[in-house]
């Protein structure tokens, strides 16, 4: 099975712009969560889409959106970009049974540069 | 809150040498799941070994295994046998039933030398 992919991998931003990512979930995964990952804060949860729905959510801003399509793709959206939110932005896949155990397999991230 | 501290931004090994790292968390919850995830330099992030609270076996997976003192909650790694691939990022993460997102420890460096 083809991995979590990621595009773009590589994003260079003026602040007060607005950016969107994407994510393709590995084939039959129904759950996609997003992570913001930087030197300072470390990993930090976004939010995870199912079935087109939200269904948990970190402490994150409004600015920072996200959806879900129903071929379980998802796309996350940052508008009014900040200095701040240079990161690598992670996105992971799984099954979606909503067990705690379920294994989280990641992408090999878009990293974004805000100038 | 939910924290996750690993204390150790960077750790050492020589190759073929035992080599653990340390979490600890905070939580109320009694029920939960710790992970330990590995993120090799410019590569993806891959789980390496989970621990279910309520079972008081330490989990292992081949040169991998952990120490789980749920009183002192306390989740260390251990990687005997080291290898020059086993040099990583290694996060520490937590996830209850209750809320389902995954908290992660800030990270320790490995370096294996050779």
């Known amino acids: 099975k083809a991995g979590v992919t990621q595009t773009p991998r590589y994003l260079i931003k003026t602040r007060g712009q607005q950016v969107t990512l994407s994510c393709s979930p590995i084939s039959g995964h129904r759950s996609v969560s997003w992570y913001q990952q930087t030197p300072g804060q470390g990993l930090q949860f976004l939010f995870e889409?199912?079935?087109?729905?939200?269904?948990n959510k970190g402490n994150f801003p409004g600015r920072f959106s996200g959806r879900q399509f129903s071929n379980s793709r998802s796309e996350m959206n940052v508008s009014t970009l900040e200095l701040g939110d240079s990161a690598l932005y992670l996105c992971?896949?799984?099954?979606?049974?909503?067990?705690?155990?379920?294994?989280?397999?990641f992408g090999p991230g878009t990293r974004l540069l805000v100038l | 809150a939910q924290t996750v501290t690993q204390s150790q931004p960077e750790m050492s090994v020589q190759e073929a040498e035992t080599v653990t790292l340390s979490c600890t968390y905070d939580t109320s919850e009694s029920d939960y799941y710790l992970f330990w995830y590995k993120q090799p330099p410019s590569r993806q992030m891959i789980l390496v070994i989970r621990?279910?609270?309520?079972?008081?076996q330490n989990a292992t997976e081949n040169r991998f295994s952990v120490n789980f003192q749920k009183a002192a909650k306390s989740f260390s790694l251990k990687i005997s046998d080291s290898q020059l691939g086993d040099a990583a990022m290694y996060f520490c993460a937590y996830r209850t039933y209750n809320n389902n997102d995954m908290r992660f420890g800030a990270g320790t460096r490995l370096t294996v030398k050779p």
């Open positions: 889409y199912f079935s087109e729905t939200q269904r």
């Open positions: 992971a896949s799984s099954l979606g049974t909503g067990w705690v155990q379920e294994t989280q397999y």
């Open positions: 621990q279910e609270a309520y079972k008081q």
